[in-house]
């Protein structure tokens, strides 16, 4: 996909624990993953484990940059033709681990949501692309500028490959920062299986000169 940019690093492995406990607090109180578990006693240790998951495929099949090696924020980028999560490309980024690790009414409320999200996802932007899969900040550390750290080099990447980008969110505050960098909403739902507000956002590339 891209090459490393300047001032953000490449997730490794050996990082995906610390990186999965920091999105997990991200992410707590997050829509999807209330939804998905909705217990906050277990939530915790079951979030874990999805995150986990999430950043093994990100390794596997597109690229994880981390701010620092404090890992103050991490974002998760897929080109289009491997944002969708197949059954043998979740086995080989720990889909067994996962099942394992989540009770079965959880998995079954995980995959419904994905499902979900991938028909809006075609629907939205049917051409090749890049996905922002997720990206998550410290919670202790909002408003500090991190997030952009994350986004900009990618999307100063994508403009001069003259990529478009795709997101969605479950989090209606979250749209007037996407907006700020360039993204526009295509399409605001209620997801019929779960009834969480997504929103699915596009950004083309910026044509150099203009």
């Known amino acids: 996909m891209v090459e490393q940019p300047g001032a953000i690093i490449r997730l490794s492995k050996e990082q995906i624990g610390p990186a999965s406990e920091m999105l997990v607090e991200a992410f707590f109180n997050d829509a999807k993953l209330t939804y998905v578990l909705p217990d906050d006693t277990t939530r915790r240790e079951e979030g874990r484990n999805i995150f986990e998951f999430h950043l093994r495929y990100g390794l596997n099949y597109g690229r994880v940059y981390a701010t620092s090696p404090t890992l103050e924020g991490v974002a998760v980028w897929l080109p289009s033709n491997r944002s969708e999560v197949t059954f043998w490309r979740a086995m080989r980024s720990g889909g067994m681990a996962l099942q394992k690790g989540l009770s079965k009414d959880a998995m ?5 949501f994905a499902e979900e999200v991938d028909v809006y996802h075609k629907k939205h932007l049917p051409i090749s692309h890049c996905y922002l899969f997720f990206i998550g900040v410290d919670p202790r550390l909002h408003g500090k500028g991190y997030g952009g750290k994350l986004i900009r080099p990618m999307l100063d990447w994508m403009d001069r490959k003259q990529i478009a980008c795709y997101l969605n969110t479950q989090n209606e505050k979250n749209i007037g920062l996407y907006e700020h960098f360039g993204f526009t ?3 605001q739902v209620s997801l019929p299986g ?4 997504h929103t699915g956002m596009v950004r083309p590339p910026v044509v150099q000169g203009e």
Request: no cysteine.
């Open 108 to 112: 079954k409320r995980l995959l419904a």
């Open 185 to 187: 909403v295509v399409e």
């Open 194 to 197: 779960s009834g969480i507000l």
